[in-house]
């Protein structure tokens, strides 16, 4: 009964509940990028993904996917979890959330020109989380 109490009232605060979602779907895009690797590494699929700023990052792609995957699982397991305990509105979710945008947002930079959209992304996300957070607070 407690738990359901708290999962209802994110949804009232829709800075956070809209975030929520958008993590929630992050994390399955994701999920998708994890799978892709797999499938990539073993040939199943060609690579798809366009070339990356950082010539190391792209001969990885192309020659030893698999290296990169606990990268990958790292940022999925980062944004499921974060997405679940925003979800029931727990504060581990929020701050799992903040650290695994922030530190996406960083490593975004060495991936120009295509992680100018990953950076879109999570700034959006980062937005709601800390205007949700925060509401109509003052500073001082």
């Known amino acids: 009964m407690e738990q359901s109490k708290k999962t209802y009232k994110i949804k ?35 690579n798809l993904y366009l070339e990356w700023g950082i010539p190391i990052i ?6 030893q996917p698999l290296s990169l995957a606990p990268l990958f699982w790292a940022f999925t397991m980062m944004r ?39 950076i879109l992304g999570c700034a959006i996300i980062f937005i709601l989380l800390v205007m949700g957070y925060c509401k109509d607070r003052p500073i001082i």
């Open 12 to 46: 009232e605060n829709k800075c956070l509940y809209v975030a929520s979602i958008l993590m929630l779907l992050y994390s399955l895009l994701e999920i998708a990028d994890s799978i892709a690797i797999i499938l990539i590494a073993f040939n199943i699929i060609p």
């Open 58 to 63: 792209q001969q990885l792609m192309e020659t």
């Open 80 to 118: 499921t979890v974060s997405a679940i305990g925003l979800l029931k509105n727990l504060l581990w979710g929020f701050w799992i959330g903040i650290s695994s945008l922030l530190i996406t947002m960083i490593l975004a930079v060495l991936f120009l020109p295509i992680g100018a959209f990953e």
